[in-house]
C-alpha cells in the first residue's frame, strides 16, 4: 500500500534533519530520489544513504527562495529522471525574535524560503504533473502555523501560509489527479531544534501529550503516507 516502486520524488532541504529522514523512508518504499539543497555537495550524505537502499540518488544545488534556480533544478531533475511523480517541499528556516524587535530582513528571509519556495517549486512540477494525470505534492508547514508563538511572527505566518496554500493547490489540481497536502509537525529533534536553549525545549515539552520531542521519522512516515496511493482519497 505504501510502494512507491518506479516512482521519482524530489525532496528539498534534503541534507539533514527532516528533509534526510523523509528521502530515506520514501527510497525505502522504493522510490528514486532527487535530493535539492542549497550547496548539492551537502545532499550527498543522505546520497550515499539512498543509494545504500539500492534506489537511484542524485544531488541539485537549489536555493528554493530563487525563481532561476527552482526552475534551472527542476528541469535538470526532469531531464534527469524523466518525470517527477513526488513532490516534498521541506526546506525552511528560523530566524526568531519578539516583532517589536523584527527586521524586515529577517521578515523576508523567513517568508521567501518558507512560502515563496513552496510556491516556486509546486508551480515548477505541477506542469508536468498535470500532463501525465497524476502526482503527489507534501508541504511540511508547522505547528506553529496554527497555533502561532511568540517570537516566531515570521515563521507562523510563513506556516500560515504553507497551509492555505496547499488547501488551495488541492483545489486547483484535484481535476487532474494530483494532491496536495501539509503536514504541521510539532517539536521534532533536528539542528533546528537542538539549537534552542534547554529551558525552551523544557517549555515546549510540556505542551506535548508525550512529554517528549518527535524524532523525523515520526514526520517521515507521514509523509510516506501522503506520498503513496494509501492516501489516494486525501487532498487538501
Ligand atoms: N524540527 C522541527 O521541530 C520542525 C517542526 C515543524 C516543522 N518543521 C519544518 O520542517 C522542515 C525541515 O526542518 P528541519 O528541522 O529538518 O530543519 P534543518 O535546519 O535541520 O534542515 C533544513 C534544510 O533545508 C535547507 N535549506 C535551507 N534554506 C534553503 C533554501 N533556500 N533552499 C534549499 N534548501 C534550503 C538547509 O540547508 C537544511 O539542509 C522545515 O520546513 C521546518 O520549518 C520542523
Known amino acids: 500500500m505504501f510502494e512507491l516502486t518506479d516512482k521519482v520524488a524530489l525532496v528539498t532541504g534534503a541534507a539533514r534533519g527532516l528533509g534526510q529522514a523523509i ?41 528554493v527562495a530563487e525563481g532561476e534556480s527552482v526552475t534551472a533544478g527542476v528541469k535538470a531533475i526532469e531531464k534527469d529522471f524523466g518525470k517527477i511523480d513526488i513532490l516534498v517541499n521541506n526546506a525552511g528556516i528560523t530566524k526568531d525574535g519578539l516583532l517589536i524587535r523584527m527586521s524586515e530582513d529577517d521578515w523576508d528571509a523567513v517568508l521567501n524560503v518558507n512560502l515563496k519556495g513552496t510556491f516556486l517549486c509546486t508551480k515548477a512540477v505541477m506542469r508536468g504533473m498535470m500532463k501525465k494525470r497524476s502526482g503527489a505534492i507534501v508541504n511540511i508547514a508547522s505547528v506553529i502555523g496554527l497555533m502561532g508563538n511568540a517570537g516566531q511572527a515570521n515563521y507562523a505566518a510563513s506556516k500560515g501560509g504553507v497551509i492555505s496554500f496547499s ?60 506520498a503513496s496511493d494509501a492516501s489516494a482519497y486525501v487532498t487538501g
Open 23 to 63: 528521502a530515506l523512508k520514501l527510497a525505502a518504499a522504493g522510490a528514486d530520489l532527487a535530493l535539492c539543497d542549497l550547496n548539492a555537495e551537502w545532499a550527498e550524505e543522505t546520497a550515499a544513504q539512498v543509494k545504500a537502499l539500492g534506489r537511484r540518488a542524485e544531488c541539485y544545488g537549489v536555493n
Open 167 to 226: 488547501k488551495t493547490v488541492a483545489k486547483e489540481l484535484s481535476s487532474r489527479n494530483v494532491r496536495c497536502n501539509a503536514v504541521a509537525p510539532g517539536f521534532i529533534r533536528t539542528p533546528m531544534t537542538d539549537a534552542l536553549g534547554e529551558d525552551v525545549q523544557n517549555k515546549m515539552k510540556e505542551l506535548i501529550p508525550l512529554s517528549r520531542f518527535g524524532e523525523p521519522e515520526d514526520v517521515a512516515n507521514v509523509v510516506l503516507f501522503l
